[in-house]
């Protein structure tokens, strides 16, 4: 698993963490059972600081993504599971008939990119977003 | 977030003749964070410093460290024994070696960490033997850190630590702060100018702004709470409007309003949408914008 916030980007650093271990889930590279770094050492090797990792570790479990066991460390979650390789794939494919759409209609790559973007952060104005 | 406070200022103020330096400034630092205090040169940061360690009396307000009284002289040295303070200049004796400097430090404190002492010397590659005058500017930082660090200070208060070093040597010290809060009970309250080691290291914060505190809270709490919104319009922006609460600051160019706005970001969403906004588009406002925003508002 490879975490690596931006803590310039604006957007909350435990937002980011909680995403990056949620990516490391559906990909695969994170399975049902893992162990994850423990708060202090991924704090250190980040230079992130310690309280925020808690949270979004906090956060993690909230979601039911991560088990946090006494003393024995974070795993993630059995009832948690990659993407199939196809369901993967079929994605894929819908993002690239979409793209090819909005081109279609003159919107430029950079625009997509934003809309994509705001969509996914639910910065479209229609509420905030609450991880 | 019930930690208890290490540092509690309400109302506090110094004047210089007629020179306000503080005016009223409230301050919050719950134990076990790291604390980005931030403001340009002249806000009021290095006054505020001096209050903590009882350098500088206050004309007026509160002021308690550790729940004492930091204005009394008495509280002030208790406080004093808990604290390590690394100023800007990196204060060392000029005439010692690092091995002295470390045994003379040592013999004030009784809670002298010997295990931090052998871990740092050996991993900042300290030699005992070797001038403190013939440091580099980054091995000086390193060694007023250790020595404050090995104090046992429940607080450490930094001023600008990075201040004059390579990116390099400012990330090892930004590493160092971050595993010494995860490790041992400290809380660290640290004034910088670079804003992207806030942005890094500091889970709270605080602007001070012409003695007062302008902004203060968790930071991903203000990351996730300050918004820009981009409202395009057919025709020239309305002139008015967009002065619901939370809006920071309006700027109209042509057919486009920029609102930044702490909170009630949907408010200003729809009062766009009413005015007969074409495009919103709402995007983060990462803290050096923030910082801009809020200093350049108050101006």
Redesign the interface.
Known sequence: MLLRPNPSSGVPIYLQLMEQVKHSIETGALRPGDQLPAIRPLAEELVVNPNTVAKAYRELEHEGVIELRHGAGAFVASSTRAIPADAMRAARGIVAGAIDKLRQRGISDEEIRRMVEAQLAGLTGTGAHRG | MADPLVIECAGLSKHYGSTRALDGLDLQVPR???FGFLGRNGAGKTTTIKILLGMVHPTGGRVHVFDLPAAEREASVAIRRRCGFVSEEKDLYNGMTVGEIVAFTASFYPRWRADLQERYLRSFELSADANVKTLSRGTRTKLALLLAFCRGAELLILDEPTSGLDPAVA?EV??LL??H???EETTIFLSSHHL?EI?????RIGIVHRGRMILSGV???L?????R?QAVFDGDAPGAGFATPGVVRVRRKGRTVDVTAHGH??DV?AEA?ALGAVA??????????MFLELVAMED
């Open positions: 076990g964070s790291i990330e930004l590493q971050v595993s809060v995860a490790r992207a942005d890094q290291i500091a889970d930071l991903d709490d990351r996730q709470d300050f918004r919104v970001v949907d969403v949408r919103v588009d709402v995007s983060a406002v990462p803290l050096k914008e």
